[in-house]
DNA sequence: CTCCTGCCCA
DNA sequence: TGGGCCGGAG
């Protein structure tokens, strides 16, 4: 079968199994891009203490984080991990919105989506998979967002080598999928999911999973 | 102990 | 290409 026709099945099959992911948690824009840099390399429920723990200082906002002095928000976010370099990283982020869009979050939302998607791979600390996440969750950008996940679950299924990189994976599902920022995010939220539950890292569960026999 | 919706640096 | 960053859950 064709990678094309193997693509559309697999989200037919997740969708079907799982139902909509209702994805990204997150209450809003500014919320969401947060939580796509603390959430690098971390488990969601260790961003969402850190989340919390900036609410509860009324930090969670574009002035009072860009007010906040790094050493505070490393305190704050240390549920995350990683907390000194993702401090520093959330600084960079919003001098980048600061200069580039006058600290408007929607300028950079609304700005063109390869224009934005080149000012966030500026930024020290965010990489391709946070620039699509932020670009997809908060602006609706038709960017599919590839993560570790997605190679594993892809690469088990012989749909790419093992060896493929960021930009390789994400042009087989653009070139493959009409550009429509729900099915990407419904797609996105769903391989994320299924490997979690069924393709994990260690004893994946290949004979309950979903997608077993799907290349078939 | 391993793993978690990465990324940077040498 | 490999190591460092890092707390929390299982």
Not at 133 to 145: E, K, Q, S, T, W
Request: net charge negative.
């Amino acid at each position: 079968m064709s990678n094309s026709i193997i693509i559309n099945t697999i989200y037919q099959r997740l969708y079907s199994y799982y139902g909509p992911q209702n994805w990204w948690p997150g209450e809003t824009p500014f919320e969401i891009l947060v939580g796509a840099v603390l959430t690098q390399n971390t488990n969601w429920s260790n961003v969402v203490k850190a989340i919390n723990n900036l609410k509860a200082r009324q930090m969670l906002s574009f002035d009072a984080l860009q007010a906040a002095a790094v050493e505070e928000i490393a305190e704050c976010i240390r549920p995350s991990g990683y907390y000194n370099l993702k401090a520093q990283r959330l600084g960079n982020l919003l001098q980048m919105i600061a200069r580039e869009y006058g600290g408007e979050l929607d300028g950079l939302l609304s700005d063109q989506t390869s224009r934005a998607r080149d000012n966030l791979l500026s930024v020290k600390g965010i990489g391709p998979e946070t620039a699509d996440a932020i670009l997809l969750y908060c602006g609706n950008h038709p960017l599919f967002v590839v993560d570790a996940y997605t190679h594993r679950v892809f690469s088990r299924h012989s749909l790419v080598p093992e060896e493929c990189d960021y930009n390789e994976l994400q042009e087989l599902f653009m070139d493959t999928l009409h550009p429509d920022p729900q099915l990407y995010n419904e797609y996105h939220a769903l391989i994320v999911r299924v490997g979690k539950e069924y393709c994990k890292k260690s004893n994946p569960l290949c004979e309950q999973c979903p997608l077993m026999g799907v290349e078939e």
